[in-house]
T-cell receptor, first 113, second 115 residues
Framework: QKEVEQNSGPLSVPEGAIASLNCTYSDRGSQSFFWYRQYSGKSPELIMF????GDKEDGRFTAQLNKASQYVSLLIRDSQPSDSATYLCAVIALSGGYQKVTFGIGTKLQVIP | NAGVMQNPRHLVRRRGQEARLRCSPMKGHSHVYWYRQLPEEGLKFMVYLQKENIIDESGMPKERFSAEFPKEGPSILRIQQVVRGDSAAYFCASSPRGQINQPQHFGDGTRLSIL
């Protein structure tokens, strides 16, 4: 069983629409959740993080966390072609006294002009 | 540039040679993580190090691969007797502390090609 699951996509949305990216995790002890964006051939870039249940907004991005359902999502409003990238979900839990990070496979987003 | 520095950006080796990848963490960061990424695949955790200590190497292949983070100098990922299957992008990330709310920041990666 994968520890962090994401649909690999591609997820295609028209320009201006809302893109919804989802991530589920198996470790109930997970405490921190991060979203990274990775353009093709580039390194992952941190765009959002969330620790508490509920929503967190930053510009066009909203992260949503539901620990009871073990589910974290990223919403991108007013999607732009420049948002086309792979979005990686990262989940952090303490394991053996240190931070253990697990990445999902990533969801490829295509924003169609 | 105060970010995570990796070098070289591209490395070409012939089968059987050794590859050394270097990573200097962000200033003030003492935790280093190495990942491998194959084309069209996700990031695969390899090893987590602090200065002079390997904390978690559960993702490292048992043979040919080793990592270190000495008291002075960059972290080194070493691959001995490389094979074609080692061709990948290798990313290094750092964080200031191994605490639950500290995100990792990534370097630009080293693209390793095996001829």
């Amino acid at each position: 069983q994968k520890e962090v699951e994401q649909n690999s996509g591609p997820l295609s949305v028209p320009e201006g629409a809302i893109a919804s990216l989802n991530c589920t995790y198996s470790d109930r002890g997970s405490q921190s959740f991060f979203w990274y964006r990775q353009y093709s051939g580039k390194s992952p870039e941190l765009i959002m993080f969330i620790y508490s249940n509920g929503d967190k907004e930053d510009g066009r991005f909203t992260a949503q966390l539901n620990k009871a359902s073990q589910y974290v999502s990223l919403l991108i409003r007013d999607s732009q072609p420049s948002d086309s990238a792979t979005y990686l979900c990262a989940v952090i839990a303490l394991s053996g006294g240190y931070q253990k990070v697990t990445f999902g496979i990533g969801t490829k987003l295509q924003v169609i002009p | 540039n105060a970010g995570v520095m990796q070098n070289p950006r591209h490395l070409v080796r012939r089968r059987g040679q050794e590859a050394r990848l270097r990573c200097s963490p962000m200033k003030g960061h003492s935790h280093v993580y190495w990942y491998r990424q194959l084309p069209e695949e996700g990031l695969k955790f390899m090893v987590y190090l602090q200065k002079e200590n390997i904390i978690d190497e559960s993702g490292m292949p048992k043979e040919r691969f080793s990592a270190e983070f000495p008291k002075e100098g960059p972290s080194i990922l070493r691959i001995q007797q490389v094979v074609r299957g080692d061709s990948a992008a290798y990313f290094c990330a750092s964080s200031p502390r191994g605490q639950i709310n500290q995100p990792q920041h990534f370097g630009d990666g080293t693209r390793l090609s095996i001829l």
